[in-house]
Every structure is written in structure tokens, then in C-alpha cells.
């Protein structure tokens, strides 16, 4: 620090120390002067305020001194108010000029306060930063380790300790999270495709659904037994295949009967169709009945029978 800044440091530190210090806590004071209504000179303690209001912090020393006024000044401004409070009252004629005064100083000490703060705020960002800085390349390996793909490090970079480990735990909450979904999602569509293929295997054994269950003859698999563990599963499908089989074999021999049955009546129906017409040709034959004469006769046909008639006979009769 050169000599002129040493300087600087030092009437800036004795303007805050006499000035908002030294001059004690302010008391009301009775009297018919505007500027004796608190128990200091109000011309002084503005004017100090108003020099402190180009301070500048330049270095460690100036960053301490303002940290220090705005304690002191925010000390300031709560006594202000207090002494305003009980001085005020409405059946005095000063109530109006104190609050004026007191709202003309609190309003100075809050403009050299919120200045001061400012200044302070920055040079604190301005360390967090050059920590962050400096921590960067940890933080980062933290981030990637939890599996975070996009660091935002300008952001990070205002982090302080604090904050940082705050930001890792919900960062490391989110990508649990949402990597939870994706396996669970993954989960059942295994579960889904596993479930497929068993219903694929059971149906290409003969079996149709019937409500929430699987049918085949007298076989019945509950659909909940589509969700055992492999092991049982396969011990189930094994069993299924044997008893699928002996139900296939014996739909077949059903099959296979019925349709005996079926060919041995037709057979039967059949030969019982050629005898009645080989009777019945002969009947025809035996009456003298042929393809050269047929417009010779009439044939009637009753219930289980046949009967022929001449026409010349029957006309000869009906005369």
C-alpha cells in the first residue's frame, strides 16, 4: 500500500470512529431549536455521513473499516428510529420536524449503508470466486462422478462450501431419480417382454384365453402364473407340455373317431340308399316299368313306400 492510500485509510477510519461513534447514543433534548432536538449536532453527523459516502474499498484494510461502519451506521439508524418514535407526539410542535430529521438521517445513513454493503457484497463474490476458481477442478470430478453431464461452472463457480454441497445432493437426488425411472421403465419392459414370450410358449401349446386365465381341455393355467420366477415357470411349462400332449392326442383320437363314425354311417346310409334303389328298380322292372314305356305309367310315392299305376288301367277303371 503506498503512503497515499496509508493515508486515506486512516482519515476514513477516524471520519467513521468520531463521527458515528464518539458522538454517543442520541437522546432527545428539549428545546425550540430545530438542530437541538437530538442531543448532537446534526450538521456534523450529516456531514460526516455525506464524506463517508465516497469511501471506496481498495484493499484489505478499507474491505474491514467498511464492514465495520455499516454495523455502526445500522446501529445508528436503529437508535434514530427509536428516539424519533418516543419523541414524536402528536400534541407537540415538533412532532412533524422530528420525523423529518429523522427521516433525513436514516435516510442518509441507509444510502452510505446499502453503498458500503454493495461494495462489500462484491469483493465477498469476488473471493468466493477466486475460491471457486481454485476448487473448480474437484467440484467438477464430484459432478461427473454423480454422473452429471452438463457443469454449468459460471454458476458453480459463486458457490461457496455451503452451497456447493447443497447443489451436489440435489443434483446427486435428480440423477438418482431420473435414472430410477429409466430402470424401471427398463424393468417392466423386460417384465412385459418376458411375459409375451411365456403367453407365446403356452398358446403354441393349444391354450386360448378364458377370462383372465389360459384354457386348453380340461387344463387351465392362471394367468397370474405368468409372473413366477424362471425356475418355477419352467418346472410349470415342462408339466404343461406332458399334460398339453396327452390332451392333444386325446382331442385327436376324438377327432379321429368321430370322423370313423361319421364315414361308417355315411357308408351305411349309402349302402342302405343302393339297396332300397336296386329294390326299388326291380319293383319297376317286375311291373314291367322301363325307360321305353315310362309315359305309360304313374308312380306314387308314400312315406316308406312306392306305388305304380298303368294309365290305361286306371282310365279303364274310372269309366
Do not use: C, W
Not at 446501529?75 to 418514535?85: A, D, T
Amino acid at each position: 500500500m503506498t503512503e497515499d492510500k496509508k493515508v486515506e485509510v486512516e482519515e476514513t477510519k477516524a471520519i467513521v470512529v468520531k463521527s458515528l461513534e464518539e458522538l454517543g447514543e442520541p437522546q432527545v433534548v428539549e428545546g425550540e431549536k430545530r438542530m437541538r432536538i437530538f442531543s448532537f449536532d446534526l450538521t456534523d453527523l450529516k456531514g460526516a455521513l455525506t464524506k463517508y459516502k465516497d469511501f471506496k474499498i481498495v484493499d484489505g484494510e478499507t474491505y474491514k473499516t467498511a464492514k465495520n461502519a455499516i454495523k455502526v451506521i445500522r446501529k445508528l439508524e436503529i437508535n434514530l428510529e427509536k428516539i424519533g418514535k418516543a419523541a414524536r407526539d402528536p400534541q407537540t410542535v415538533h412532532n412533524k420536524q422530528i420525523k423529518s430529521d429523522q427521516d433525513e438521517l436514516t435516510g442518509t445513513a441507509k444510502e452510505v449503508r446499502d453503498d458500503l454493503f454493495a461494495q462489500v457484497l462484491e469483493k465477498d463474490q469476488e473471493k468466493v470466486k477466486e475460491y471457486g476458481l481454485k476448487v473448480m477442478p474437484e467440484r467438477k470430478k464430484l459432478l461427473e462422478g454423480i454422473g452429471m453431464k452438463e457443469i454449468k461452472e459460471d454458476e458453480i463457480v459463486l458457490m461457496d462450501d455451503t452451497a456447493f454441497d447443497i447443489f451436489l445432493n440435489e443434483e446427486k437426488i435428480a440423477i438418482f431419480d431420473a435414472k430410477k425411472v429409466i430402470e424401471d421403465a427398463e424393468k417392466e419392459r423386460q417384465a412385459s417382454e418376458k411375459r409375451d414370450g411365456r403367453l407365446a410358449r403356452i398358446i403354441g401349446l393349444g391354450f386360448v384365453k378364458v377370462g383372465p386365465d389360459y384354457v386348453y381341455g380340461d387344463l387351465k393355467v392362471e394367468g397370474s402364473k405368468l409372473e413366477l420366477e424362471d425356475a418355477e415357470f419352467e418346472e410349470l411349462f415342462s408339466g404343461l407340455m406332458i399334460d398339453a400332449d396327452k390332451v392333444k392326442q386325446s382331442i385327436i383320437k376324438s377327432n379321429k373317431d368321430a370322423k370313423d363314425l361319421k364315414d361308417q354311417r355315411d357308408k351305411e346310409a349309402k349302402e342302405a340308399r343302393e339297396k332300397a334303389d336296386a329294390g326299388y328298380q326291380k319293383f319297376l322292372a317286375d311291373n314291367g316299368y322301363n325307360e321305353t314305356n315310362k309315359e305309360l305309367f304313374i308312380i306314387e310315392e308314400t312315406a316308406d313306400s312306392y306305388r305304380l299305376f298303368s294309365k290305361s288301367l286306371l282310365a279303364e277303371h274310372r269309366k
